[in-house]
RNA sequence: GCCCGAGUGGCGGAAUGGUAGACGCAGCGGAUUCAAAAUCCGCCGCCGCAAGGCGUGCGAGUUCGAGUCUCGCCUCGGGCACCA
């Protein structure tokens, strides 16, 4: 008897995996190609439970895909620059390129054991300059085709430490090493124009069939179209040159309702006043402290500052509006200018009530009276209303059609005109930081900003640099930084920015194409492999990467760097759920967190109540009475805080490599796909490892004593093991095609069990094992391949041709019809599949439970869903 | 604050508007064993002796029939443009 030892089988399968070549992609003309990739890592230096989760998935499709009859992609790469690395730097020392590639180097040897049918002759990463060297190229055509251009842009500024501050730095509006109060300093920066795009990249979601819903709507809303009115107050008391004040509003029928105006801390008129008003600059200043992210802008308390300035209503010369300078307006949307209307917005109605502005109503509901307000009325714009304050359209008329008027009457009037907005903003990707891609770029004296030379790509990052001082140590490098104009050869100075991390992960898809091709893609392999035809990652990705690869497709087929067809590169898209875990915190001295791995921690149930503790240096020496006495002690408690996204930084993260060892890769794979549907949360718990452990076992088992049994063995019950299997390759196969992974494995348990229950000849039995090993490959290839081998099968199961399901096997004769009385199940029914509905009456009303029901009276209605349910209303 | 999503037994979760709880975990009972592990068989939403009643976060509604559809809440999670 052979026992099932994953430790044994599992290398030995992958070397005969690799001997046969079995996941190198290659261009086959007779062959469907199917290009399935997971989102790539971030080398952290460690695989954690959510990328097993990830990759395994993608392993599914691909090895069934696979199988299948497709000519398959599946290449890993590394999303290797970014401020982790040089934060190691500064903490530990190093450098960030030998700890990225050291991390590359663990991962990938931890990957590796999984048995991921990965094409590993592709593997890059973006840090290599043969990657980013492209990616330079790509940023100079960009420049020439006018998808790039600089202009003044805000950034956190850390004053203490000198530095520019990443949104995830600033916490509580303080620098997160420093603890000082973060400014908004504004410095030149580059942009791509994906602004430009806003339409389109709007009007493109709709052909995205296969994306998930809710991330084409997180996306449209992301982009924002609006309609409005863009037009000019004309002002009272303003400086030289600001005789008008543009604003924009989506709601031009509420104009009657105006009773402000105000203008963002960045607007050029704040910007004029501040240096001529102290109250106006220290207000100013104190906006500006706020940071720069939409959450924090949004969240600070509302306020403002009159600056004396009035506008004059375009409908009344006499009606002039006070003009605030108000921490909530963004420069960047609009023209960074509003009017308020406090009785139909909320924001608006507190800022009136704070500052004692009037609060005039300019529609009540249908059929209301006007009334003081205590609340702004927001109805939808698509609810009736009637106008008591209007000037276009109907009296009574819906908020759509009100806007609509609104704008043709203003038109009509001279005042402004109607404007579709986008609430999209172009794309910065300046980093005043060291490890990333150095934007090729030059700055001359007496040419000004100039591309560098293409022969002269990639400008490699300099390896000689130091962390010991803040900011950006390519600013300060001796010698990196002199360069010779590209243009006149007279000295000049290298850019330092280097490109946000996004625009690495915006095109390495195509790169897989032809991964190490001297041009950012080869035509007839991106004609070939693109697009990817199932992408698959975090929820947590729906916009902002999404959004950047669909804008960056556009812009490479522009250069002539990818097909038309692959400018949207993703045909079907899944997000997985996050894979989340508890968090363990202490406080420092100065009351700021500090996290806890989960290995560092001793979590225990003490008298109903969870507990953690710090596991102290001799906690392994200690009995488990000693351990629960030093968790009693209320002084060693440390803070438990409700599962979370697994984040490196709050440290609640999991190490899958120990269940490898313990158990094996495919028990890992095993638990990892089931139970949780794929697109939700999981969290996570050791519990299941040993459940999905015994499975596998118990499959091997089965498979050893089917293979012990006698040759030509009779049996009973063939016909029914062989429907068994027939609705097993059915079912599975639909639910591995609709991403239904844990419903798959529900269904495998049930076969397996089919067959272990089974008494059927051994030729039935040795075909249903052989097909339940296949139908199991994809999860767990190895366990798969060692049953398929055992049993005599031919070559590799990870070649052979997936199994179909007989139709005519699928068929019952008969159906189970549950009645319900009155929506209540009461009694069941076996009849022959296709009896008429008449005699389905018939025998329902001779039912014992629906004459009881029914007393001697006739039903009131009798409802026969014929083969579903029978429903009897009384 | 704004945008998006999710809430079903002790737990993870099943359920084209049609038998709520598939499958698994935990638990309980039994077999095997000197004993244990492993394995195998059975039970397993709640209340109730039973008949029966109640049950899908809360409150309404549509329907012959609602976990599923509509409206209003509550709680939790994701994103918010320099985390990746």
Redesign the pocket.
């Given at each position: 008897m052979s026992r099932y030892d994953p430790a044994q089988i599992e290398p030995k399968w992958q070397k005969a995996w690799d001997e046969a070549g079995c996941f190198t992609a290659w261009r086959d003309p007779a062959r469907p190609k199917y290009y399935v990739l997971e989102m790539f890592?971030?080398p952290s230096g460690r695989i954690h439970i959510g990328h097993v989760r990830n990759y395994t998935m993608g392993d599914v499709v691909a090895r069934y895909k696979s199988s299948c009859g497709y000519s398959v992609l599946h290449p890993m790469g590394w999303?290797a620059?970014?401020?982790?690395a040089e934060n190691a730097a500064m903490e530990r020392g190093g450098h960030p390129k030998d700890w990225t590639y050291g991390n590359i180097a663990q991962m990938r040897d931890q990957m590796k054991p999984l048995g991921l049918s990965i094409d590993w002759s592709r593997e890059f990463a973006t840090c290599d300059p043969e990657y980013y060297g492209q990616q330079q190229s790509m940023f100079i055509d960009f420049m020439e085709k006018g998808l790039v251009y600089r202009k003044n842009?805000v950034?956190?500024w850390d004053p203490v430490d000198m530095t520019?501050?990443?949104?995830?730095?600033v916490i509580d509006g303080k620098g997160w090493r420093s603890g000082a109060e973060v400014e908004r300093r504004e410095?030149t920066?580059w942009f791509f124009r994906i602004s430009d795009f806003s339409g389109e990249l709007l009007d493109a979601i709709d052909g995205l069939k296969d994306w998930p819903?809710?991330?084409r709507?997180?996306q449209a809303?992301?982009i924002?179209k609006s309609r409005g009115l863009q037009f000019a107050f004309s002002t009272v008391d303003a400086p030289e040159g600001f005789d008008r004040l543009e604003v924009y509003t989506t709601r031009p029928d509420t104009l009657m309702g105006a009773s402000f105006a105000a203008i963002s801390p960045d607007h050029p008129l704040a910007k004029h006043l501040e240096r001529h008003d102290k109250k106006i600059a220290e207000f100013v200043a104190e906006c500006r402290r706020i940071g720069?992210?939409?959450?924090a802008l949004?969240?600070a308390e509302k306020k403002g500052l009159d600056t004396g300035i009035r506008v004059r209503h375009p409908f009344d010369e006499a009606w002039e509006l006070p003009v605030y300078i108000a921490n909530f307006i963004l420069m960047?949307?609009g023209t960074g200018a509003i009017f308020g209307c406090p009785a139909h917005d909320?924001?608006d109605f507190d800022f009136a009530t704070k500052y004692g502005l009037p609060i005039p109503p300019v529609f009540v509901a249908e059929g209301a009276e006007e009334a003081a307000l205590t609340e702004a009325y927001v109805p939808m714009k698509s609810e009736r209303v009637r106008y008591v304050r209007g000037f276009a359209g109907d009296d009574v008329q819906t908020g759509e059609a009100a806007v609509d008027a609104a704008i043709a009457f203003c038109e009509g009037k001279g005042v402004g005109r109607g404007v579709t907005n986008y609430?999209?903003?172009d794309?910065?990707?300046?980093?005043?930081?060291y490890w990333g891609c150095p934007i090729p770029v030059v700055h001359c004296e007496t040419c000004g900003v100039v591309a560098e030379k293409k022969e002269n790509l990639p400008v490699e990052l300099p390896y000689d640099v130091s962390f010991d001082q803040p900011g950006n140590p390519l600013d300060r490098h001796p010698t990196w930084r002199d360069c010779a104009c590209p243009k006149c050869g007279a000295p000049a100075k290298r850019e330092t920015d280097t490109m946000?991390?996004?625009v690495d992960?915006s095109w390495y898809f195509a790169r897989f194409t032809a991964p190490h091709a001297k041009t950012p893609t080869v035509a007839e392999d991106a004609e070939y492999w693109m697009n990817v035809d199932q992408y698959i990652g975090?929820?947590?990705?729906?916009?902002?990467?999404l959004l950047y690869s669909r804008f960056f497709a556009r812009a490479m087929h522009i250069c002539g760097h990818l097909p038309k067809k692959a400018i949207e590169p993703f045909n079907a898209l899944f997000t997985q759920g996050?894979v989340?875990h508890e968090i363990y915190q202490t406080r420092d001295a100065n009351g700021r967190p500090v996290y806890h791995l989960p290995e560092h921690v001793y979590r225990l149930n003490l008298y109903g109540e969870d507990v953690a503790v710090l596991r102290p240096d001799n906690f392994d020496a200690m009995t488990d009475e000693e351990a629960v006495e030093f968790a009693s002690d209320p002084a060693n408690r440390i803070e438990i805080i409700?599962?979370?996204?697994m984040?490196k930084s709050k440290k609640n993260v999991v190490d899958p490599m120990d269940i490898i060892a313990r158990y094996g890769a495919d028990t890992a794979r095993w638990f990892v796909m089931?139970?949780?549907?794929p697109e939700?949360?999981?969290?996570w718990?050791a519990?299941?490892a040993?459940?999905?452990q015994?499975?596998l076992?118990?499959v091997w088992?089965l498979c050893d004593r089917i293979a012990a049994l006698p040759e030509g063995k009779p049996g009973t019950g063939d016909e029914d093991l062989a429907r068994a299997m027939h609705r097993a390759v059915n079912d599975v196969t639909q639910m591995i095609e609709g991403f239904?992974f844990?419903?798959a494995?529900?269904k495998l348990?049930?076969f397996a069990?089919a067959v272990?229950?089974s008494d059927a000849s051994k030729q039935v039995q040795r075909q249903a094992i052989m097909v339940l090993a296949q139908l199991m490959s994809p999860m767990t290839p190895h366990l798969a391949e060692d049953i398929w081998a055992h049993q005599g099968g031919e070559g590799l199961i990870a070649q052979a041709p997936w199994p179909k399901a007989d139709p005519a096997m699928l068929v019952d004769d008969t159906v189970?019809l549950?009645i319900?009385i009155?929506?209540?199940?009461r009694a069941?029914i076996s009849v022959p599949k296709d009896m008429a509905a008449s005699e389905v009456e018939k025998i329902v009303l001779a039912d014992e439970a629906v004459i009881r029901a029914l007393n001697g009276g006739a039903p009131k209605?009798l409802?026969v869903?014929p083969g579903?349910?029978v429903?009897v209303?009384i």
């Open positions: 890592p971030y999303d620059f970014g401020m982790p842009a950034v956190n520019v501050l990443a949104n995830e730095q410095l920066q819903e809710k991330v709507l997180m809303n992301w924002g720069t992210s939409e959450e949004e969240k960047d949307y909320q924001r609430r999209l903003r794309w910065g990707v300046s980093r005043q930081r946000d991390t996004f992960s975090g929820i947590e990705h729906a916009i902002l990467h996050m989340t409700p599962s979370a996204k984040s089931s139970d949780s549907p939700r949360d999981v969290e718990t519990a299941g040993e459940a999905a015994k499975h076992n118990r088992t239904a844990n419903k494995i529900a348990y049930e069990n272990q229950k189970t549950p319900q009155n929506g209540k199940r069941e209605k409802i869903v579903r349910i429903n209303v």
